[in-house]
C-alpha cells in the first residue's frame, strides 16, 4: 500500500506561455526524486509528473 504520492505539477504553459509549446523541453522531476529517494528509507513513496501527460493525471493518480 502506498503511503505517499509525490505529484510534481505541469507548471510549464504558467512559466513559459506561448513559448510552451514549441521551444521548451520537458525536465525530469529532479526535487521530487531526492525527496522520494529519502522519505523511501521509512514510507512506500511514488512519484507522478504532471508535466509529461496533463490530460491524464486524475486517472493516474486514481490507479495509485
Not at 29 to 58: C, H, N, S, T
Amino acid at each position: 500500500m502506498l503511503d505517499l504520492l509525490i505529484i510534481k505539477p505541469g507548471a510549464q504553459e504558467q512559466l513559459y506561455q506561448g513559448l510552451s509549446e514549441s521551444l521548451t523541453g520537458l525536465e525530469p522531476p529532479l526535487w521530487a526524486a531526492l525527496l522520494a529517494g529519502y522519505l523511501r528509507q521509512f514510507f512506500i513513496v511514488d512519484i507522478v509528473d504532471a508535466e509529461i501527460e496533463p490530460d491524464k493525471i486524475m486517472s493516474t493518480i486514481i490507479k495509485k
